[in-house]
């Protein structure tokens, strides 16, 4: 009977420790996940703010690219046009 329950207790015994032994490595795996989507999560906001950057810059250069001055000026530059004189200007359909 004494050696029954020393077995029983080497059992429990064992098993407890497998227990805990199988819950710390569950936590070191959940802190390791948890590293690795902290990380994940900065890497994606530090992206976000450079394309925030980016898409401020892409709209001045769009109300740059839009003005009357910068169209006018690459029209001279580019293609050589110029605003006529009176006498070049001819009115037709009337």
């Known amino acids: 009977m004494a050696d029954l329950r020393i077995a029983?207790?080497?059992?429990?015994?064992?098993?407890?420790?497998?227990a805990a032994l199988g819950s710390a490595v569950a936590v070191v795996y959940s802190v390791h996940v948890s590293r690795e989507m902290v990380n994940e999560l900065q890497s994606m906001t530090r992206e976000a703010e450079a394309l925030q950057v980016q898409w401020g810059q892409l709209l001045l250069e769009k109300s740059t690219f839009g003005s009357y001055a910068h169209v006018e000026q690459t029209a001279r530059e580019q293609l050589d046009m110029y605003l006529p004189s009176v006498q070049e200007i001819v009115v037709t359909g009337q």
């Not at 029983?8 to 497998?18: I, P």
């Open 8 to 18: 029983r207790d080497v059992l429990l015994f064992a098993g407890a420790a497998v």
